[in-house]
Every structure is written in C-alpha cells, then in structure tokens.
C-alpha cells in the first residue's frame, strides 16, 4: 500500500512526485484508457511532455517503482495574470484514497503560484463526486456549468479558486 504522510507531502517514504518522462508515457496513457470514458490519446499526453506541470506520482512495488497517478496542469494568458488550469487528473485504481491526487494537486497548484498564476480552473463532470469532494477540500468552488461538455453529453462543472 502507498502511503503519503498526512499533509500529502511528497517526501512520503514510498511516493515521489517527480516530473513526468517519456518512459512513464505508455503506464499513463493504460491508466488513462482505464478511468476515463474519453480518453486523452497518446500523443495529447505526449504533447505535454518537458512542462513543468506534467507529474507523476511514483510508487514503490514489489516488481519496482510505478506510476500511481498523474496530473497535467499549465498556464493559460488572461488580462496580464496568468490563469492555471488543471486539464487532467487520474490516480490508478489500486492506489485510490491513499492522498495520492492530494499529493499531486498540492505540488500542481504551488508550481502555477510560482508561474504567476492568480487562480486556477479545472472542470469535472457533475456526476464525479469524488473528484468533487477533493477539489473543494483544496478550496476550489463551482462557478458555472457548462452543459453538454462531454462528448455523452454529460455536464462540466467549472471550478475556481485563488492560488
Ligand atoms: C478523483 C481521483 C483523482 C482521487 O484520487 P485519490 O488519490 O484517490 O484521492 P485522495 O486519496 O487524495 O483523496 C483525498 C480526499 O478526496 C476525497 N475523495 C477522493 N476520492 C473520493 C471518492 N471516490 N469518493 C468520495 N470522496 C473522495 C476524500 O475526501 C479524500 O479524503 P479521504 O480519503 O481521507 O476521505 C481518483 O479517484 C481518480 O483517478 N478517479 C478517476 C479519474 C477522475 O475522475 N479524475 C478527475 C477528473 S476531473
């Protein structure tokens, strides 16, 4: 079991948040074919390859280190302050609920502070409370619904908060 310490610091014995490399590009694009009904395809993942806000959270097993979960996040120009945008987010199955996306949102969020950014955006799907649930404890709040944002036609929530 990958434990991070309680306040989801990185410098939990047995996970590491760590820039993303090409080698963990085959192990994120299977987690992200696993949890998501659209999945990025490989090369959209590729493409944020070398940004600083394309993380992995790699964890010790008995086979070696693994990737337990990723997050992309970058800057987007608006008005002179930068806004941040969390565009994608997945922790694998069997690592769930052991702060692993706390781990990975906490160090995402503090790299976008440090790249200017004012706030920070992200959209969920209305049915994903989970995802619902982490994003408000880290402070981020509804600020509209987009109807129709997912290809099944399902709604996004968009979510906000000051970095
Ligand atoms: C949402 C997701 C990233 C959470 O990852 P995680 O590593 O399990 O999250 P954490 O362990 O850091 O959870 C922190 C807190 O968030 C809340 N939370 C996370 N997942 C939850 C769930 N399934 N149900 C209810 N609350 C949840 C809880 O309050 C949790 O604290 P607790 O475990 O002490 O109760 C993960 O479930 C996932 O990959 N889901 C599929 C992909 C996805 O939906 N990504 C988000 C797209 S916007």
Not at 32 to 55: D, I, R, T
Not at 133 to 139: A, K, S
């Amino acid at each position: 079991m990958t434990t991070v310490s309680s306040d989801g610091a990185e410098s939990a014995s047995d996970i590491r948040i760590r820039t993303a490399e090409r080698a963990d590009l085959l192990e994120i694009h299977r987690i992200e074919q696993a949890v998501f009904p659209q999945p990025w395809p490989f090369s959209a993942l590729e493409s944020y390859l070398g940004e600083s806000g394309f993380l992995v959270a790699e964890a010790d097993t008995d086979d070696g280190p693994r990737v337990a979960g990723y997050v992309i996040a970058d800057t987007v120009p608006n008005h002179g302050t930068p806004l941040g945008h969390v565009k994608d987010l997945a922790v694998r199955e069997d690592n769930r609920r052991e702060g692993v996306a706390t781990a990975l949102l906490r160090r995402a969020l503090s790299l976008l502070a440090s790249a200017g950014a004012g706030s920070a955006k992200l959209e969920v799907r209305a049915d994903n409370e989970g995802a619902i649930r982490l994003y408000r404890q880290f402070g981020f709040e509804h600020r509209k619904t987009i109807p129709n944002y997912y290809s099944n036609g399902e709604d996004a929530l968009v979510m906000v908060r000051l970095l």
